[in-house]
């Protein structure tokens, strides 16, 4: 009797063990290398919660594997059935950046996973870096065959209603509010201010077949949490979700500077040759004419812009799904024309200039199998996709096998209007840039153009169609030396540089409201305007505030060009020469608008380095700034 009841004893002992266990169980996963940020990951009841930790204490919970089913395919808590752990620390080389090299360093986790009503499992991979955690879930094929995830509430709870920054859409102005505030759900990344030393922002890398993210208010808490943008296939997404990230920073510049964070959580390049691959600036053609088209080709080549890009309407009215875009038939709501497109493309390949050629998705939709081949038959090396379609599973994949099909047929590509990046440039580096950014095109002032740079550059790439002489910069978008520094801090290797201007001999564009005062004049100025890069070999963030100001250092080769933002009342700034490796081997140019000029003047001063270890300068209210450090003797 003693041992019966010593065995039901032990047996009750193991089953209760067991039940806690399963209900309630811990991993720590750490940063790679130093440890600074440390994860705790519990299974609790029908959730995986991770709180993030740094130094100073808890950053935020995140709680997952909330999902919504399009049938009750779950029954039961998760348990954690095996974990394998493994770390990475290696380096690797960009083909065109904001950097040359990528240190990719992290500790990885994956929780394997099993409900306990009905076994289905799943996984939860894990990656701690430096620069925040990354988490993706992983089906098992067998147990979710052709389910439909009709719902993600993962969600990101902090401790108090702390300030964050929101859009509404990829192009919408950026706004100041707090966790409480957000009234619906807005485009990623989305930054969080814990305190004074503390930044996350929080958004999704390696989205390729999936439906898009969103950020929405959490339903309890302070925090936010995930929207999808439409149902999901789990076949179609390969029975796995994009990358969530939790960037972390102790300013938001720092955000920006890491943002290789997203290349990182995406496969290395798969196109075998990419020599063909070539960033540079970009020179628009409006007129839709022979006579515009070669004007744009000479001056291109005289001021080494690398291309110049045809814009709507070449083809027809792109939004009538009858224009072909296989043919050269000219929107005459555009333009009277002649256009003969293959005469241009001639005499751009004898001068050294590349082709673009726009095209709106309902061309690219009905004819995207014979518009590739065409056109690296006629010998154009870009197209710029017009009027995309976002968000739902069926519009992101169908847009990546877009780009791998240009990639076919040696064709880079630029996405306009709401696709916003998530890493896959380095997957398929001929998607060079993306809009997905309220640039000049819109008219922003300054403070917006600063909420730009600290908020949507964290994620990659953006086309901010960068102006000069058209009177809005002036008027609205902080004048002309402003312009250089965009040119500078807003990183994109094609670059839109006249977006609304035209050299001289050019034709008017019909329609086009004052577009005949545009015009490109050719001065001191011009030479450095033309010629600053679009990719760099190193980036840093030096200093500035959300909204208000922002200095940013990039290198290419031997020269330096820091850019200054100024979205406020004149400001003295020190910038510490630390990045040079000798200062005495260096001359400074500075490119500012003079402190009694105008908003279109732009004076160019030359300063002797000797001696120093700061430079100071009183950075005109409302403007901006370049100063370029290039070597003596090169």
């Known amino acids: 009797m003693k ?40 299974a609790e009841s029908s959730s995986m919660n991770i709180l993030l930790k740094d130094e100073l204490g808890s950053l935020l919970t995140v709680k997952t594997l ?7 395919i779950i029954q039961g808590k998760w348990r954690i059935i095996r974990e394998e752990r493994k770390s990475v620390n290696e380096t690797w080389q960009t083909i065109y950046g904001e950097r040359r090299h990528v240190r990719d360093c992290y500790n990885e986790l994956t929780l394997h996973l099993q409900s306990e009503g009905n076994r289905k499992e799943m996984a939860l991979c894990l990656r701690m870096y430096e620069e925040g955690l990354a988490f993706k879930h ?31 859409r990829a192009q919408a102005l950026y706004k100041q509010t707090t966790l409480d505030g957000v009234s619906q759900p807005g485009d990623r990344p989305q930054v969080i201010q814990i305190d004074r030393q503390r930044y996350v922002a929080i958004g999704e890398a390696a989205l390729v077949d999936y439906a898009r993210m969103y950020l929405g208010k959490a339903t309890s808490g302070h925090g936010i949490q995930s929207v999808l943008a439409g149902e999901v296939d789990l076949e179609l997404a390969g029975y796995q979700s994009p990358w969530r990230y939790v960037m972390y920073a102790t300013h938001p510049g720092k955000l920006v500077e890491h943002n290789y964070f997203l290349l990182n959580l995406n496969q290395p390049c798969r196109i075998a040759d990419t020599s063909w691959i070539k960033p540079g600036k970009v020179l628009r053609e409006v007129t839709l004419t022979t006579e515009g088209g070669l004007a744009c080709v000479d001056f291109a080549a005289e001021h080494h812009i690398e291309y110049v890009e045809f814009d709507a309407g070449w083809y027809g009215p792109e939004n009538n799904k009858a224009s072909d875009a296989t043919t050269i ?24 200039v590349g082709i673009l050629l726009y095209v709106n998705r309902y061309a690219l939709k009905q004819q995207l199998d014979e518009l590739f081949p065409l056109y690296q038959k006629w010998g154009v090396k870009g197209v710029k996709f017009g009027f995309v379609d976002v968000g739902s599973q069926e519009h992101t994949s169908w847009l990546h096998h877009a780009v791998r099909l240009a990639a076919k047929y040696k064709l880079m590509v630029d996405i306009h209007d709401e696709y916003r990046p998530t890493g896959y440039s380095r997957t398929y580096p001929n998607l060079l840039t993306q809009e997905g950014i309220r640039g000049d095109e819109e008219s ?32 609205k978008m902080g004048g002309r030396a402003a312009q250089l520094a965009k040119r500078v801090a807003l990183y994109s290797p094609w670059q839109f540089i006249y977006w609304y201007d035209r050299p001289t001999n050019s034709p008017r564009r019909m329609g086009g409201a004052g577009n005949s005062e545009n015009i490109i004049l050719t001065d001191e100025i011009t030479p450095f305007y033309t010629t600053i890069p679009t990719v760099w070999d190193e980036t840093r963030f030096i200093q500035g505030e959300t909204g208000e100001y922002a200095i940013v250092a990039r290198r290419s080769a031997t020269d330096w060009y820091v850019a200054i933002i100024n979205a406020g009342p004149q400001r003295t700034i020190s910038l510490p020469l630390d990045f040079l490796d000798c200062q005495d081997d260096y001359r400074a140019t500075i490119y500012e608008q003079p402190a009694e000029g105008k908003k279109e003047s732009v004076s160019i001063k030359r300063i002797s380095l000797h001696g120093l270890s700061v430079i100071e300068r009183k950075i005109v209210a409302d403007s901006g700034c370049v100063i370029h450090f290039s070597r003596k003797g090169l």
């Open 66 to 72: 909330q999902f919504g089913w399009e049938k009750d």
């Open 3 to 42: 041992k019966t009841s010593y065995y039901a004893q032990r047996i009750c002992w193991l089953w209760m063990l067991c039940t806690s266990f399963a209900t309630v169980q811990a991993s720590t996963l750490l940063s790679c290398p130093s440890g600074k940020l440390q994860a705790e990951i519990t």
């Open 138 to 168: 992983v089906f098992n094929r067998t147990d979710f065959w052709r389910c439909k995830l009709q719902r993600e509430d993962t969600q990101f709870l902090f401790a108090d209603d702390y300030p964050t920054w929101t859009t509404l």
């Open 329 to 352: 038939t000219v929107d005459t709501a555009r333009s009277k024309g002649v256009l003969d497109l293959h005469r241009v493309i001639r005499h751009a390949g004898n001068r050294g």
């Open 444 to 475: 922003p002032d300054l403070k917006q153009t600063l909420h730009t740079f600290y908020n949507r550059m964290i994620c990659g790439a953006g086309d901010y169609t960068n102006c000069y002489y058209d009177r809005r910069v002036s008027q």
